[in-house]
């Protein structure tokens, strides 16, 4: 297995610009403290993509919320399933799943390294 570079914040980049949609999911799906909801029950949604992307990248809600400037209540709500991102959110979400550094440091929120 292939050793990975990590910032000081934990975060290893390389690893995230390599790693599949399917292998970020399972990372998020085998996350025990943050389990996705039960789709199997009608009117719940399924797990939203930016709970996958947060997980992807290392972050707590809080962090991420912070780092990216997203109320933390709103970040809760989409990845509860309560409300789902509009369409500039969901662009301005694939932009972090893409460039989560660049997004990170364009807004000057970068974590200490």
């Known amino acids: 297995m292939t050793k990975h570079?990590?910032?000081?914040?934990?975060?290893?980049w390389n690893r995230l610009r390599t790693?599949?949609?399917?292998?970020?999911?399972?990372?998020?799906?085998?996350?025990?403290?943050?389990?996705?909801?039960?789709?199997?029950?009608?009117?719940?949604?399924?797990?939203a993509r930016v709970k996958v992307i947060r997980r992807a990248l290392h972050l707590t809600q809080e962090e991420f919320s912070v780092r990216y400037r997203i109320p933390l209540g709103t970040l809760r709500d989409w990845e509860q399933g309560r409300t789902e991102p509009d369409q500039a959110a969901q662009a301005y979400l694939q932009v972090i799943a893409k460039e989560p550094e660049t997004v990170s440091?364009?807004?000057?929120?970068?974590s200490a390294a």
Request: aromatic residues 0%; without cysteine; proline residues 7%.
């Open 5 to 12: 570079a990590k910032t000081e914040s934990g975060t290893d």
């Open 19 to 47: 790693m599949s949609d399917a292998d970020a999911e399972a990372g998020a799906l085998a996350d025990r403290d943050n389990p996705p909801i039960n789709t199997d029950r009608p009117g719940m949604a399924a797990v």
């Open 105 to 110: 440091r364009a807004l000057g929120t970068r």
